[in-house]
């Protein structure tokens, strides 16, 4: 999984299955795993079920570097440093170190690390493996997803790890101390490529480790050693995958899902007279359409075109869109890709705080008159032979993003776009985002390591892209967007820790991105979550937000899990 569903909410139909398919899908994804109520008879074989969102074959991958691994492997298997809970203000919680500072350059890190903690194979952990997992990064340029700039690593002892930059790297402190997996020197000094790797048999510090694994599912188990006293009480966790929408609500509905997140119309009729079902809402992604924009890189297709991507912004009905696809549950975004509640410190043009509710189709059409893209007697537009037709991707079973699909074909109908939507598997689509082989993706942006925006930004640096057919990096610049303003916004802003200084960077960058659009916004998604407390207890609450509760977030998913306790 995002992974990298990290970075998107899912919208399921509300339908229920007939009981028949849900006892098909659900029995497909037993592997011994446990789940249901019979299988929680104390805290020794205590488990539940998770759906986070897999569809179809799950390809397994526990490698934390890579752009496909499967979301539980940050969070349940491998822990960073600290640990932001974006569900509350709040300051960074420490994890695996339990202090950190830097020298008065911003080029300099000193970790400590905290005392006690063993890897899931009994071997002690030190301020060794931080030092390793950061030199790794250093020199294998495809393990840098957040592009940050070390020049050295080194163990002072077993207590201190002692980052040296080579740049002011102030900015970077979230994606160091709380996006980074720290990993086994005993165990990847052996691998020899940690690129490919899919590390079957993973060795974390988290609260679980890998049990069995199955292409339908998986199930994680208590780890023995882990650092938190009395930390997991549940036994098991399994992960499913179901083949529909409909069999993801009904599973919930019967009992057979403990914890998924999905948007459901009508959810609080749905669980009215379902005890164990609660649900709880943080929206926080922005849905957006992606664009493989960099033609220099690689990509092809009129979305190249700056007039393009402007156009398809003023076309979209964002306010029928969110009663078409998001039940009227979505917030307006930004054109900043902040999001305009929590951020708006952060937006420094008030005219870009909001994206418009309605279209400017007038406006749509005379940026497309101008950029030489001229309607023909089918009402689609073309320039110099080549037609105004653009293919956009989605991942099969996620419904809101297909009608949101099916809506925006009609509205850019309108201007003389042609929108061609297609559904693939999660993996292909997301390796072809990773690749830069497709012209429109839908996607969400949000959720950086810190509420900082340099990591959102970092998505707009050409330091997190690569040529069409090469992986950018996990969460990296997917568009393929290439701004020399932007990349030395992106700098400046990381070699000061004074928010003023980083705030008019972030005005230069939002001045560039807000007029080429390599990522064109759409609504902030609603971000439910429903738990089933028939099994475990303890979930986040509307009162008690301790982390952000999506079941496919990475970091927080483990946050959550060592928090449950078996319902007696």
């Known amino acids: 999984m995002l992974n990298l569903l990290t970075r998107r909410g899912r919208r399921l139909g509300a339908a229920v299955a007939a009981s028949a398919a849900l006892a098909l899908a659900v029995a497909g994804c037993s592997d011994g795993g446990g789940g249901g109520t019979d299988a929680n008879k104390g ?3 205590s488990s539940i079920t998770i759906f986070n969102g897999a569809t179809g074959t799950i390809v397994e991958n526990w490698n934390p570097f890579t752009p496909t691994f499967l979301q539980p492997t940050n969070g349940l ?3 960073p440093l600290y640990w932001y809970n ?3 203000e709040s300051k960074p919680t420490p994890m695996l170190a339990t202090g950190y500072a830097w020298d008065g350059a911003g080029k300099v890190l000193t970790i400590t690390t905290r005392e006690g903690v063993k890897w899931s194979d009994g071997q002690p952990f030190s301020a060794k493996d931080v030092a390793f997992t950061f030199e790794l990064i250093r020199k294998n340029k495809a393990l840098n997803s957040t592009g940050i700039s070390l020049a050295s690593v080194e163990a002072k002892d077993d207590k201190t790890a002692v980052l040296t930059f080579t740049k002011p790297s102030f900015t970077d402190e979230a994606a160091v101390i709380a996006n980074t997996p720290i990993i086994a020197e005993h165990v990847w000094s052996k691998i020899s490529d940690p690129a490919k790797t899919v590390n079957q048999n993973p060795v974390g510090t988290g609260p679980y480790k890998l049990k069995t694994f199955s292409a339908q599912s998986y199930v994680m ?4 050693n882990y650092w938190q006293p009395g930390k997991p009480q549940i036994q098991n966790v399994r992960y499913i995958a179901l083949a529909t929408a409909d069999a993801a609500s009904a599973a919930l509905t019967a009992g057979q899902v403990d914890w998924m997140s999905a948007f459901l119309p009508g959810l609080e009729q749905l669980i009215k007279n379902q005890k164990n079902l609660t649900y709880v809402n943080t929206p926080a992604l922005t849905a957006s359409i992606f664009t493989c924009s960099g033609a220099e890189l690689g990509c092809k297709g009129p979305q190249t075109d700056r007039a393009v991507r402007q156009a398809i912004y003023w076309a979209l009905n964002r306010d029928q869109l969110n009663k078409l696809a998001g039940g009227g549950f979505a917030e307006t975004a930004s054109p900043t890709l902040l999001l305009p ?8 043009n008030p005219n870009n705080l909001n994206t418009p509710g309605g279209p400017d189709v007038a406006k749509a059409n005379q940026i497309l008159d101008a950029g030489g893209w001229v309607k023909g007697g089918d009402g689609i537009r073309t320039k110099n032979g080549e037609k105004l037709s653009l293919t956009i ?7 809101d993003f297909i009608s949101l699909n099916d809506a925006m074909t009609q509205q850019l109908k ?4 042609e929108l061609k939507p297609t559904q693939l598997s999660w993996n292909e689509w997301n390796n072809n985002q990773t690749q830069g082989k497709y012209q429109l993706s839908l996607d969400s942006i949000g959720l950086g390591a810190s509420p ?6 970092l998505k707009y640096s050409s330091i997190t892209t690569a040529k069409v057919g090469e992986a950018a990096p996990p969460s990296g610049n997917y568009a393929r967007y290439s701004n020399g303003k932007v990349d030395a916004a992106v700098a400046a802003a990381a070699a000061t820790n004074d928010e003023a200084a980083q705030k008019a960077q972030y005005a230069i960058i939002q001045d560039e991105i807000v007029r080429d659009l390599p990522y064109i916004p759409i609504y902030v998604n609603s971000m439910l979550t429903e738990f089933n407390t028939g099994n475990a207890t303890g979930w986040p609450s509307n009162d008690n937000k301790y982390a952000l509760p999506a079941s496919w977030k990475q970091w927080d998913n483990g946050i959550v899990l060592t928090n449950l306790k078996p319902a007696k």
């Open 341 to 348: 509640k929590r951020d708006q410190g952060w937006i420094a």
């Open 86 to 88: 974006f569900a509350a």
């Open 452 to 457: 900082n925006p340099y990591a959102t930004y």
């Open 43 to 45: 805290a020794a074989n």
């Open 414 to 417: 309108e201007i003389g776009i």
């Open 77 to 79: 298997i491998y822990e």
């Open 221 to 224: 188990e208590k780890n023995a």
């Open 393 to 399: 991707q989605t991942v099969t079973g996620w419904s």
